[in-house]
């Protein structure tokens, strides 16, 4: 078995016999012991009682935190002539069309965030394959395929956050760093529990939300109780 460092074990000992804490008591408990030479980020785990194989139990969207990420979005998106311009002047970092799709599967994705406008969608169809299970492709629910470009970039540059559930009924998520006070985690936590919640599809059946758990890049998880994280 391999050996804990001192960091790591004494992070552990500090977390030991804590579950289903407050909101503001697991952040703290995160805060204090978040020591890596990096500033972590603050993630979020929620095991849900949906099985996405089934397509009414799918849980995707979108939430604006309050406070932000803290991380630099790049964000790319596929538009001509003045959507093309709007969309270099919002800001985006990389803005093309079918140049870019070749430069994509090319093997290049140098983007968090990928835009499109409706009628390049024929064109990104065909990355299907390579943005897809990056979890990248552009779509209208949760507004990466639109012909408001500038609030679509300026959206994904201020904070805004794309959730969908994995395989085994779970959603991951990065709301915030460390270095964030801790007010304004604890809103950010809140922001994203509260976006899921609505979320919750047609499909679902019995307790929806059935564990939310927070830890730092580096560090160990801790269960929050649900009813804290979503203000109820």
Do not use: W
């Not at 407050?22 to 500033?39: G, M």
């Not at 990420?69 to 002539?81: C, E, L």
């Not at 994203?192 to 890049?217: E, H, I, N, Q």
């Amino acid at each position: 078995m391999a050996k804990l460092g001192k960091r790591t074990k004494a992070a552990r000992e500090a977390f030991a016999g804590k579950s289903n804490v407050s909101v503001e008591e697991a952040v703290s408990l995160i805060k204090s012991n978040a020591n890596a030479k990096f500033d972590e980020t603050l993630e979020i785990a929620m095991n849900l009682g949906v099985d996405p194989r089934h397509a009414d139990q799918m849980v995707r969207g979108v939430v604006a935190l309050p406070n932000g990420t803290g991380k630099t979005v790049r964000v790319a998106v596929f538009a001509r002539g003045a959507k093309a311009d709007e969309a270099k002047e919002a800001g985006a970092d990389i803005v093309g069309a079918e140049d870019l799709m070749e430069t994509i599967q090319g093997g290049t994705i140098e983007f968090d965030r990928c835009i499109a406008t409706p009628d390049m969608m024929p064109i990104v169809g065909r990355l299907g394959k390579v943005l897809g299970p990056r979890n990248l492709m552009p779509n209208p629910k949760v507004g990466t395929v639109t012909m408001d470009v500038k609030a679509a970039v300026e959206a994904a540059k201020g904070g805004q956050v794309q959730f969908k559930v994995e395989k085994a009924g779970v959603i991951h998520g990065g709301i915030g760093k460390v270095s964030f006070s801790e007010e304004q985690l604890a809103e950010n936590i809140r922001a994203f529990v509260d976006a899921v919640t609505k979320a919750r599809p047609a499909g679902a059946k019995g307790t929806y939300m059935k564990k939310v758990s927070l830890s730092s890049t580096m560090g160990p998880g801790v269960a929050v109780d649900i009813t804290s994280a979503t203000g109820n």
